[in-house]
């Protein structure tokens, strides 16, 4: 395991507010931040804003403010859900930053000078809310509409400087072929596959269409296209432009590039061969997750159904953070399908997974120390039974799965611990054994170990569940933050003596309307 982590989000274009995609993107990659953290991983998390472009400048206008203006309010909205969402990432790059923009100058004129970029006119169908012109292949499948947002392609023709993306197929083609996870999930890595074997086509470098962009060097009235521009913010952040920022250039290659599957084309096929073109590293892996839907229906402006700050904002306040960002892990999109966001599922993951498991099997361990030892760790005469190999066993599943960006699964392993803490205290019964003084010193085993189990399982759902994790350890006495990661979870962090407090994690709620 290499001492640096790193990993992205896209940025977000500052056209549109926050909303449930932009969370739930910048909510896995906090989750994986703070699980390499943990471990003892530099980590380095990056996230920010895409501020260029024609949708800008049009709403700029629309609102009677500079594009600059518009930017700023907008990426300011950004910075403020990180912090409403308690977002831990290392940095927020906007790309209309001088550090972005003398950088992106510099890695187009390294293209230029490798031979990869060329001037020419092109007409073709172009997708203007994606600013993307599509091959005509792919535009009569998509019935001459956009594939993302339903609207006419329009024929355009412009002159513009271009990318050699043709000259780099066979090296994608054996990229795909040598990394079979350069691209996950699989299926994702099949669409960009099939889209590779069609051919490729040269790609824009610059607009003449607008001005709000960075300027070309040395050919005045073009800008850099928006996409260009966007994609090297990765590098940018690093000051891998120019060699600015040292300290910061061992988190490149990145271990993720987390984004929406919609972009996938561009991060899985065009920064890659931009990297080839600069003979820079590629990232590890592109990891392109599906959408949510709301209420079975898919969200759109139209319907007025998207789950906005305001929405998120409510189940945050009526079921905690920890709550939510358990759904948005557990529950979300990560793989290749679409994702219902229901009110029923969001209250039957809570009730399920953090009332009645976590909560209450925290809550029934300490109770019955609290009751039966005064609130003391009792002493475990046998040794921790089968638990210490049993916990290894579970703490090593979970770092391969976080390792691999498997969510999920390592969500499965820290809550599947407590459900069977639940039924070892259910087969064993510490609360009748207690009845009987003369089996004190069985009761007193049990209760030690299942304490013990509490706090690595604890420790394990920290990255999903920090503020109330906290809250447990207070509870049982775990000074263990203060530890390396390898000395936290061996077995054996609490002992005999320490004070330990009945703790209630996630109170009983009614069900939240749907909406």
């Not at 230029?112 to 535009?139: H, I, P, Q, S």
């Not at 260009?228 to 690093?238: E, K, R």
């Not at 599922?345 to 609290?370: K, P, Q, W």
Request: charge should be neutral; hydrophobic fraction near 40%; glycine fraction near 8%.
């Amino acid at each position: 395991m290499k001492s640096t982590a790193s990993i992205t989000t896209p940025i977000y274009y500052v056209n549109d507010k926050p909303h449930i995609g932009h969370v739930f993107t910048t909510t896995v990659c906090d989750v994986w931040a703070r699980a390499m953290r943990m471990q003892g991983r530099d980590t380095f998390f990056l996230t920010g804003t895409d501020e260029h472009g024609v949708k800008v400048e049009k709403s700029a206008l629309a609102h009677g403010v500079t594009p600059q203006e518009w930017a700023d309010r907008n990426a300011a909205e950004f910075r403020r859900v990180l912090q409403l969402f308690d977002l831990t990432n290392d940095d927020f790059i906007r790309t209309t930053e001088p550090r972005h923009e003398a950088q992106v100058q510099a890695l187009v004129e390294r293209l230029k000078a490798a031979g990869v970029l060329y001037k020419g006119a092109f007409e073709g169908w172009y997708d203007e809310g994606e600013e993307n012109y599509l091959t005509e292949t792919r535009a009569k499948e998509s019935g001459y509409k956009s594939p993302v947002n339903g609207r006419p392609l329009v024929r355009a023709k412009e002159e513009n400087w271009y990318f050699r993306l043709s000259a780099f197929a066979p090296r994608l083609m054996e990229l795909f072929t040598s990394r079979p996870d350069f691209v996950r999930p699989e299926a994702r890595r099949n669409e960009v596959l099939g889209r590779l074997r069609e051919g490729l086509q040269d790609v824009p470098m610059t607009r003449t269409n607008f001005s709000w962009g960075i300027p070309m060097p040395g050919d005045q009235g073009h800008v850099i296209y928006v996409w260009i521009d966007a994609l090297f913010n990765y590098i940018t952040a690093l000051g891998l432009g120019n060699d600015s920022t040292p300290k910061r250039h061992p988190y490149w290659p990145a271990d993720f590039h987390v984004i929406g599957k919609e972009i996938l084309w561009f991060h899985a096929v065009i920064w890659p061969a931009l990297l080839m073109a600069l003979e820079m590293p590629l990232p590890q892996c592109v990891f392109a997750h599906s959408f949510w839907i709301h209420e079975g229906q898919k969200m759109s402006k139209s319907l007025g159904n998207f789950i906005d700050l305001p929405a998120m904002e409510g189940y945050v306040s009526k079921y905690g953070l920890d709550a939510f960002r358990w759904f948005m892990v557990t529950r979300g999109p990560l793989d290749s399908t679409d994702t219902d966001f229901r009110a029923l599922a969001f209250h039957e993951t809570y009730v399920a997974d953090l009332v009645n498991t976590v909560g209450n099997c925290s809550s029934r361990v300490t109770a019955m120390i609290a009751k039966t030892f005064d609130g003391v760790m009792p002493a475990d005469s046998f040794a921790g039974g089968e638990w210490p190999a049993r916990c290894a066993t579970v703490v090593q599943a979970w770092q391969r799965h976080m390792q691999q960006f498997e969510l999920g699964p390592a969500a499965a392993a820290a809550i599947g611990l407590l459900r069977e803490v639940d039924g070892f205290i259910n087969r064993t019964e510490p609360f009748k054994l207690a009845k009987d003084p003369s089996r004190r010193d069985e009761v007193s085993s049990i209760l030690a170990q299942c304490a013990e189990a509490v706090r690595i399982a604890g420790i394990l759902l920290e990255p999903f569940l920090p503020h109330r994790m906290k809250d447990l350890q207070s509870a049982i006495g775990d000074q263990a933050p203060t530890m390396d990661w390898e000395s936290r979870v061996r077995w054996g962090g609490l002992k005999p003596g320490t004070r330990i407090t009945k703790v209630a994690l996630y109170p009983r709620l009614e069900a939240a309307v749907a909406g």
